[in-house]
């Protein structure tokens, strides 16, 4: 049997040395413990480097999407083609690929996973000829390049992020619409003479979050939220107000109910 191992520097195919390991998953890990051990379970027969990280990430997206690449096909007809084995690929949409195009029996599944891990943590010895600098010089650039590849961009993704956040402003809107006629209409009971005077809602949530109880107003420094002339007027409505009584209780919910006004306007300017 032989197996598939791609890496950041090239294709790599090994001759899987004693089929019956892969039998034992459970203890295939052992096998890899030193280099020693992994270089009697697999032999390099065959690595085919990139010549560039262009190839290398032509290679790697057509890995990343399953696909069949023009480098990998020719090796594969060369090397496991002549051979008549079976090949071990650690991904089975890809070994379905192989399968379907080449012709060529392809194993996938936990025992091949096991044997992917092993490989990879004796990967410097077991390539032998090939520095680890060059791997990993080869790993970072690859990295980047399909990171760059992944967020290509994309109009119809743009378009769709477009309608949901505006779907998105619309449901927070009526949302916050509601949360205003309820603070209103709740203490409005209490002090129906503040929303003649304060008009808008933001404004008149926040005076109402300073003010609490009616009562509180003449002591209350409103100018962070109203102008000198709407602060006077509303300090004289507060005196004269038909409002009835409420509990302490039903404040504190009025005041919650005004936090979840300003925190939905936040919201709404996050997604403007």
């Not at 790697?60 to 084995?85: C, D, P, S």
């Not at 003649?196 to 008149?204: A, I």
């Not at 509180?216 to 007027?233: F, G, I, R």
């Not at 404040?251 to 939905?264: F, G």
Request: charged share 25%; aromatic share 6%; glycine share 6%.
């Amino acid at each position: 049997m032989l197996v598939l191992f791609e890496t950041a520097a090239g294709y790599a195919i090994f001759k899987l040395l004693d089929e019956k390991k892969l039998q034992q998953t459970e203890n295939l890990w052992k096998e890899f413990e030193t280099p020693e051990k992994a270089n009697r379970v697999v032999k390099l027969k065959h690595f085919e480097k990139f010549q560039d990280t262009t190839d290398a990430l032509a290679a790697a997206t057509a890995l990343v999407e399953g696909k069949l690449g023009k480098a990998l096909k020719k090796v594969l007809k060369v090397i496991a083609k002549e051979a008549h084995e079976e090949l071990a690929v650690a991904d089975a949409k890809l070994g379905g690929t192989i399968k379907d195009k080449l012709s060529l029996p392809c194993v996938y599944g936990t025992a091949v996973q096991e044997l992917m891990r092993g490989i990879r943590s004796q990967l410097d010895s077991l390539l032998g000829g090939l520095p680890s600098r060059d791997i990993t010089a080869m790993s970072l650039g690859l990295a980047h390049s399909l990171s760059r590849y992944k967020l290509k961009f994309s109009p119809d993704k743009v378009d769709t992020m477009i309608v949901q956040a505006i779907s998105l402003l619309d449901d927070v809107d009526k949302e916050l619409n509601n949360l205003v006629m309820r603070a209103r209409e709740w203490y409005g009971w209490h002090f129906p003479e503040l929303g003649r005077t304060v008009t808008d809602s933001l404004m008149y949530c926040k005076t109402v979050r300073l003010i609490g109880d009616r009562t509180n107003v003449a002591a209350s420094d409103l100018s962070a939220v109203l102008t000198e002339e709407m602060e006077s007027e509303v300090k004289v409505s507060a005196e004269i107000s038909m409002g009835t009584e409420v509990s302490p209780d039903d404040i504190n919910h009025i005041i919650c109910l005004c936090d979840q006004v300003s925190a939905h306007q936040c919201i709404c300017v996050c997604v403007c």
